[in-house]
């Protein structure tokens, strides 16, 4: 049996005083393209936290790589783009060589001189997000789209098998979403990037996916996206409340 690169067992989660996940089991499979799709604060940002290692459940567990989480060292093959990543500060004036170039400083220590082969790194990390063009660019001129771009470039360049993306495309405008999402499904196929992100862009998302979960505090649905037309009106409306229309299409169903 093929080992999931993430394996959440019956997880919870609170905040102090909110419950923010409960009893969550689910698996990201290598080459999946999983989108958590989930109304506001139904644990989504929490749920991606937790996959990352970065916070622990208050129960139940969860492996990464067929290691339990506690004891994962590979930290490098788990990259991940977080919400805030293009609110990039606008008076710090790095390059987009000198952002991406970044993403190695794990391996190669912040201070040290970066190596020759830097620079083809570089390269190739723009090159799978089409921004090579904008290599001597400074970060703080370019848009929320392509800022964006560099972050997951930056991502990219240290190898990792699996990309948590967390709303990668808030401030960029309408036009360049359908754009940044046929990249991400070239990652996704080509590069065999296995990806999760959490996105309120059901629409335009759900072409390029593979599977889906629909969180709101537990796992309301997690499969294929073709599959999703299974869930009966009573469940859509258990995870998402009254904007269930919106999300009728997904999966075939038109309600
Ligand atoms: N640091 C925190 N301290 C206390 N409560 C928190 C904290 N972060 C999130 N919460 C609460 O936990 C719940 C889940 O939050 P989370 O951010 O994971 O939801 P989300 O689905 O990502 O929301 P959104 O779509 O609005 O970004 C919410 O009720 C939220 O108010």
Known sequence: MVTPLIDIKEIS????????LHNISMKVEEGDFLAILGPNGSGKSTLLKIMLGLMKPSKGTIELFGVDAKNFKNREWIGYVSQKSNSFNVGFPATVKEVVAGGL??????????????HQQVTEALEA?????????????????????????????AKPKILILDEPTVGIDHQNVQAFYDMLALLNREKKI???????DVDTVTDRITHVACLNQTIHFHGFKEQLHTMSDEQREAWYGHSVRKIHHIGGSHA
């Open 13 to 20: 989660f609170e905040y102090e005083q909110t419950k923010a």
């Open 105 to 118: 400083a794990k391996k190669t220590g912040l201070f040290h001189r970066l190596p020759k082969s830097t």
């Open 129 to 157: 997000v089409g921004m090579q063009d904008f290599i001597g660019r400074s970060v703080s001129e370019l848009s929320g789209g392509q800022q964006q771009r560099i972050f997951i470039a930056r991502a990219l360049i």
């Open 194 to 200: 296995t990806l999760v992100l959490v996105t309120h």
